[in-house]
């Protein structure tokens, strides 16, 4: 015969309360607590920077603890550049340095694209190339200005020649590292789909090493800049390194820091268009940001 036991008693929460396991692990939200988001823009926070120098630097321009033959004033740089851009100076100087820097960069991102391309997808290409490359990254591409005036002579061959060079190293090295750091994995996971050697290239390694390309062409466009300084000094007649020279011959400081401050911009202006390449070409790749 068979006893039946009736359950025990159960507490019954009652309606709309926590279990106590969820109590033990979910704090109790208090009042005010909500984060509220950044009031003040992101443009505006990161112009605090060179506002504050450019304060700091006319206080001491103001008090004489910057003579005017060694810096010039804020406001002289400004008058100055005023001055080059009415009479057409500053804009035909910004021109012929701009051509020099696109030719360059054309022709070095060529080079270097397409040695990364033959020494990163073949065994073959990578024992002919490699080695000879990272040999000549070592010499100081500004120690090249003699010989190449000597074989290209002092026009704009040369200035083009030093761009060029600076522009291929840095191209050749970071798409080349970014070729060899695609996964094995995602090679295998192509093959086992059924795609050939061209389809590996074209839909796998290439997408692979496109971060590594942007990170490349970012050095690429700073190295260029660099070069154009040097290079406009080959016997130049024109451009903003030319501007320089003759600045520096008659100790005019507020010319050289307005040939300076558009090199920046100008640097600034190319680091933001490739930037936005990056967003446009790499959405698939979602990074971290920051907090």
Same mark, same amino acid.
């Given at each position: ?83 080059? #851009?009415?009479? +057409?100076? &500053? *804009?035909? %100087? /910004? ?6 820097? @696109?030719?360059?960069? =054309? ?97 796998? #390694?290439?997408? +692979?090493? &496109? *971060?590594? %390309? /942007? ?6 466009? @700073?190295?260029?800049? =660099? ?65």
């Amino acid at each position: 015969m068979t006893v039946d036991h009736a359950p025990p008693d159960l507490p019954v929460a009652p309606a709309g309360a926590k279990p106590p396991e969820l109590e033990a692990v979910v704090p109790a939200a208090g009042p005010g607590k909500r984060s509220s988001p950044r009031s003040v823009p992101r443009w505006l926070r990161r112009t605090v920077g060179p506002l504050l120098l450019l304060v700091l630097w006319q206080v001491l321009s103001s008090t004489g603890v910057l003579h005017p033959d060694t810096l010039a004033s804020p406001g002289s740089v400004a008058r100055s550049a005023g001055d080059l #851009i009415a009479d +057409g100076t &500053l *804009p035909t %100087a /910004m021109g012929v340095s701009l051509q020099r820097v @696109a030719v360059g960069l =054309l022709i070095g991102g060529v080079a270097g694209t397409a040695l990364a391309l033959a020494s990163g997808l073949s065994r073959l290409g990578e024992d002919l190339i490699d080695a000879t490359v990272q040999m000549l990254r070592t010499v100081p591409f500004i120690g090249l200005i003699p010989l190449l005036i000597i074989w290209l002579g002092i026009g704009e061959a040369p200035k083009i020649a030093l761009i060029a060079l600076g522009v291929a190293f840095h191209l050749y090295l970071n798409v080349y590292a970014g070729i060899r750091g695609v996964d094995e994995q995602l090679i295998e996971a192509g093959q086992s789909l059924g795609l050939g050697r061209w389809g590996l290239v074209r839909h796998v #390694i290439l997408p +692979g090493a &496109l *971060p590594g %390309a /942007m990170t490349g062409l970012r050095y690429s466009l @700073a190295t260029a800049w =660099l070069a154009l300084v040097f290079g406009e000094s080959i016997n130049a007649d024109a451009g903003i390194g030319f501007l320089m020279n003759q600045a520096r011959e008659f100790f005019r400081t507020d010319v050289i820091v307005v040939c300076l401050v558009v090199y920046a911009f100008l640097g600034l202006l190319a680091d933001a268009v490739v930037r936005t390449l990056e967003r446009l070409l790499l959405q698939w790749r979602p990074t971290f940001k920051g907090r």
